[in-house]
């Protein structure tokens, strides 16, 4: 199902941020086996596609992934911020009530605001600091573990916004 | 204050102002649902002694209304600097910097970079909402275009703009304690000057000013406290259900309610005067704006009320 047609809706996490947390490690990029996986997916578009579905899957059950291909959850605590009904990938608006509602759907709670308190509880709170850039929309429905893996989304946030413009280098 | 001018002097811009250290006044101007800006350019004429620019809305409330450009166009005949806003709810990436670019050209001086509104609550429900940007993406990339002389796709602009950079902070909007370093992201990718959403809590206001101090942040941008009168009853309740981020505290409520029903208009220009010389006290406030919605011609009186104008600046 895609959902990245489906209009983005608040989404509370279903796991810890800590285990997350953890797991990132395991399946961190300078791993060599990781890019080494990566790389053979690229070159074989039935096991690409096989395992951009096993993503979703498991992504979409955990953090209400919209397969946006350019993963933003390590830093914010594994909240997706593409769950945001505007899509905000540098926290939360100023349309948050005071009772950490939504400010589309006032039902749910807004995803930067669990962000941020998912961070926070676990000592994080300075990644929500990072600037983060625009999104390639090319990228909607691809891996973006894949992406990660092979280096792809190395220039997706900086923490230094004046030696890092927000021109791309070519 | 009030600044003296004699018919010679040429006007200070809002960005001159603020570099020399006056307290700045700007106010909301919110264009018409019309094909006319008549009632842009009366607003103009009614308040352009007493303010220092004015902001014209983008599609606020996601409503419809003449756009920010032309309203700012207006204004610079009525001879009142403007401040275009400029949200990302309704343009890609290309349009926002097409249109970043025509204010350039048509020498809007300043513009104000917002995300915008959702459409859900507006007066076209049914409409896509893109936010291929946010506020913070748009603010970085229009830095790039007036310091680096580029796109964002890289390409070179034959004239560099020269925009004073403005965005918009809600200090009453949860995480309180995270507002301070959001809006420290913001003067990182590029804001100048802050206007904030309306204060009408002014001790929570003074704590989101202390940690954007320690920050330093004060140092970095000029922030300029967003005010405003409350009209009637029925202003109020709208405030308190219909407009995102709006936070009215109990006693203000209680205060409003307290008071006949034909003396609630002269409470609420009073509380807004009284706010505003409690928040000019708070350091590192450099400005307030000024949001008075159907209701500018109150503006003069709280200014004067608040002791920050006593009499018109020159006419010209």
Known sequence: ?170 | MTVERNGTEPRASLREKLQRGDFVVTAEIGPPRSASLEPVRRKARLLRDWIDAANVTDGQSAIVRVASWAGCLALMQEGVEPVMQLQCRDRNRIALQSDLLGAAASGIPNVLLLTGDHPRFGDHPDAKPVFDFDSIHLLWTARAMRDQARLLSGRELRLAPNWFLGAVENPFAPPLQFRAERLGKKVAAGAQFIQTQFIFDVPIFARFMQRVRDLGLHERCSILAGVGPIKSLRALEHMCRDVPGMYVPEDVIRRMRGVPEDRVAAEGLKLCSETISQIREIPGVRGVHVMAFAWEDAIPEILRRAGVRREPARSH
């Not at chain 1, 947390?21 to 961190?28: F, I, K, N, P, S």
């Not at chain 1, 959850?73 to 505007?86: D, F, N, Q, V, W």
């Not at chain 1, 992406?147 to 220039?155: F, R, S």
């Open chain 1, 1 to 170: 199902m895609p959902t990245s047609t489906t209009a983005p809706r608040p989404f509370r996490p279903a796991v810890s941020a800590r285990s997350m947390l953890l797991l990132h490690r395991v399946l961190d990029r300078r791993i060599p086996f990781w890019p080494a996986l990566a790389s053979w997916l690229r070159e074989a578009p039935r096991l690409y596609g096989a395992f951009t579905f096993a993503e979703r899957v498991t992504k979409e059950r955990l953090f209400g992934c919209r397969m946006c291909g350019q993963c933003e959850l390590p830093s914010t605590a594994y909240a997706c911020p593409m769950t945001c009904p505007k899509q905000l990938r540098n926290g939360p608006c100023g349309g948050v009530g005071m009772d950490g509602s939504c400010e589309v759907y006032p039902s749910q709670r807004c995803v930067w605001l669990m962000a941020y308190e998912r961070a926070d509880a676990e000592g994080h709170a300075e990644d929500l600091r990072r600037l983060q850039r625009p999104i390639d929309q090319r990228k909607w429905g691809q891996s973006s573990w894949v992406n990660y893996w092979l280096g792809e989304d190395e220039d997706l946030w900086t923490d230094n916004p004046a030696d890092a413009p927000a021109v791309r280098p070519r």
